[in-house]
């Protein structure tokens, strides 16, 4: 049994795709697993039970948004975490990279860390590597997330380059200042943009570090999928066989199916419930209907027949949504995220029973547009083996 807080068992390959179990101090996941995102301690539109009953059993809040507002202090206070929401199963925490790199106009960043003017109420801040682990450490979720930079998508090398070798260094501090190693694993994050040459370069310097899990942060942050695919199938080759593979912010039902042929195990994404905050949901092999749309206001279909969620299975019709979403009802965003979480969470057990069978992804093909699968089928034939 490994001593690490967080460990995965991989149970089943097809090419590159793995399926397993991912064990954490609160919660076994089977992977490869969609979390939900719960930027400010909460799934947006959702209840903590109703999160649970889409089959969830990991999700994330965001460190950089909880330390502006209630405070880490209070929510340590609390009692961590998962008793200020009332979350029993496994959480994460992302770092504030990310939003470091969205608040471009209100940021500056040095080797010390990244200076930023709060978006609430103007104060000005520094987070530093240190600050991101005195934060993570007392929201105590079960995985945390190294401070790094990302880039905009399509930088140029030369600023991917400096980004890449500054995330490893920060990488160093966050190992030296995190305080809660047994209870908590710490993920490195491995940069690079759309250049493979520093996907590997950021691999091999972070690889030694010997973190219990690994990251791939800077994709899906305006480059096109023609960048986007060869990035990732560049970088999983060298992450570890044996420790969790996270691609950073992918949420779409086809690009789940190209991270897992490309061996990713994890996936976050803001985009099932904020879609569902628009009107807008996902059915059968990923189509988005907008319940805006006259067209459903007498329509007495459930949203998706062959859906297991609680909305489907409630006999909310698509005409009562169209009303809710209309008149602009508190219950529509929560109706439609109940679904659309579920839907991303069924597309996963699907994907692991195909990969199970060895069937993957073939199986999943009718999910992916046909450039995508042209270009995730010439990566698989490039790199096989690799």
Not at 55 to 84: K, M, Q, T, W
Not at 113 to 123: A, C, I, L, M, N
Not at 162 to 172: C, E, H, K, P, Y
Request: net charge neutral.
């Amino acid at each position: 049994m490994s001593k690490l807080p967080v460990h995965l068992e991989v149970t089943h390959r097809s090419g590159r795709a793995r399926a397993g179990i991912l064990r954490t101090p609160h919660a076994e996941v089977l992977t490869p697993v969609f979390m939900p995102v719960g930027t400010q301690a909460t799934v947006k539109a959702m209840a903590p039970d109703q999160v649970e009953a889409t089959g969830s059993r990991l999700i994330l809040a965001n460190a950089f948004h909880l330390y502006l507002r209630p405070g880490h202090d209070v929510v340590a206070r609390a009692g961590g975490l998962h008793e200020f929401e009332r979350w029993p199963h496994a959480m994460l925490t992302d770092s504030g990279g990310f939003q470091a790199f969205s608040l471009a106009a209100l940021r500056s960043i040095k080797e010390d860390g990244v200076r930023f003017q709060s978006p609430h109420d103007g104060s000005r801040h520094l987070i530093r590597p240190e600050t991101s682990m005195e934060i993570q450490n007392a929201l105590g979720a079960d995985i945390i997330m190294a401070f790094d930079e990302c880039v905009p998508g399509m930088s140029s090398h030369e600023a991917a380059l400096a980004a890449v070798d500054r995330t490893t260094r920060w990488a160093i501090r966050c190992l030296e200042a995190h305080a809660r190693p047994a209870d908590q694993a710490l993920f490195g994050i491995i940069q690079g943009n759309v250049y493979p040459d520093l996907r590997r370069r950021s691999a091999e310097a972070l690889v030694p570090l010997d973190f219990p899990g690994y990251a791939v942060g800077g994709l899906s942050v305006g480059e096109p999928k023609d960048k986007m695919i060869p990035a990732l199938s560049a970088t999983t080759p060298w992450m570890p066989e044996d420790k969790p593979r996270y691609l950073m912010g992918v949420g779409t039902p086809e690009d789940l199916v190209v991270g897992v042929a490309l061996g990713i195990d994890m996936f976050d994404c803001v985009l099932p419930t904020r879609l569902a905050r628009h009107g807008t949901v996902w059915v059968g092999d990923g189509q988005k209907l907008n319940l805006r749309n006259a067209r459903f206001r007498e329509d007495p279909e459930v949203l998706d027949p062959g859906c297991d969620c609680q909305t489907c299975q409630g006999g909310f019709s698509r005409r009562y949504l169209h009303h809710l979403v209309r008149v602009e009802e508190f219950l529509a965003p929560t109706l439609l995220s109940i679904h659309n979480v579920r839907y991303l969470v069924r597309l996963m057990e699907d994907v692991r029973r195909a990969i199970a069978a060895g069937t993957f992804p073939g199986s999943h093909r009718h999910v992916v547009p046909p450039d995508m699968w042209a270009l995730l089928e010439r990566e698989l034939e490039a790199r096989t083996g690799a």
